[in-house]
């Protein structure tokens, strides 16, 4: 089964496994930094909320936006972006401590290109695999995404801990451009979908959708109810570890 998958797959495959690695490996790293720097358990929330906020705002939209443009060459140029916003951090943090408002707005910009990644990557996905392969691409992709949470956060606490926050955010620049690299060899092609106006009336149709289908409405309940009151929780961690724990970086990293 795995060997009919085609290597366009097995690209994009790589790059969601390498954004869900740096997601989790920035999220524990900054919410060390942030904590030790402020000492405000508040502060740590509200940087977490930051880099989740552009999936609330905007994910509803993103998918049908993502459809007006090349989908490879969008995928690639955000990515593009978010190695850029990785590689300025580690600049700053190697000449000093960083500022919790460069760390705020890091935190903002990975969030927009994470918001972006899942509805675009996974359209580009689909067309490579094909509907009769569709759920062992996503069963896959949805795998790799899970060993990445235990992965990430202890890559992240390691470097926390043996070379500083710089070391984490440098990490994730050249993830982030080994995964460009893997989204220009893709050679799946899908067409733009023009139309002005359209993103907004297509985005509502889906919600239609959703709304009359019962197994789609449930699942959608079950994912706002998880994202809302169970997975915020990770954002703490940081702060029970130090507190609680009196663990270091490396063991706030495991511990997640």
């Known amino acids: 089964m795995l060997r009919s998958l085609p290597g366009d797959f097995w690209r994009l495959w790589f790059v969601g496994t390498v954004i869900s690695t740096v997601r989790w490996l920035e999220t524990v790293a900054v919410g060390i930094v942030v904590y030790q720097q402020t000492g405000s358990p508040f502060v740590v929330a509200m940087i977490t909320m930051l880099r989740l906020l552009p999936m609330g ?15 490879r060459l969008t995928l690639a140029g955000l990515l593009g972006l978010l190695a850029v916003t990785s590689a300025a951090l580690a600049a700053v943090a190697w000449t000093g401590p960083l500022d919790i408002w460069l760390l705020a707005l890091g935190a903002f910009v990975s969030g927009c290109g994470w918001a972006t990644d899942n509805p675009l990557r996974r359209m580009i996905m689909g067309e490579a695999v094909g509907r009769d392969r569709m759920a062992t691409a996503m069963a896959l992709d949805v795998g790799a995404g899970n060993a990445s949470r235990m992965v990430g956060p202890t890559v992240g606490g390691l470097l926390l801990a043996g070379i500083g926050i710089e070391g984490a955010f440098l990490l994730s620049a050249l993830l982030y451009v080994a995964a460009i690299a893997a989204t220009l060899a893709v050679r799946s092609r899908l067409p ?29 309940l079950v994912t706002v109810i998880y994202n809302v009151f169970a997975w915020p929780f990770t954002s703490m961690i940081p702060v029970l570890a130090r507190d609680r724990l009196l663990l270091g970086p490396e063991g706030v990293g495991i511990l997640t």
């Open 57 to 71: 705002l905007f994910g509803a939209v993103l998918g049908a936006f993502a459809e007006r443009f090349d989908r």
């Open 192 to 220: 733009p979908t023009p139309g002005a106006g359209a993103v907004f009336g297509r985005t509502w149709e889906a919600i239609a959708i959703v709304w009359h289908d019962q197994r789609l409405a449930a699942t959608m």
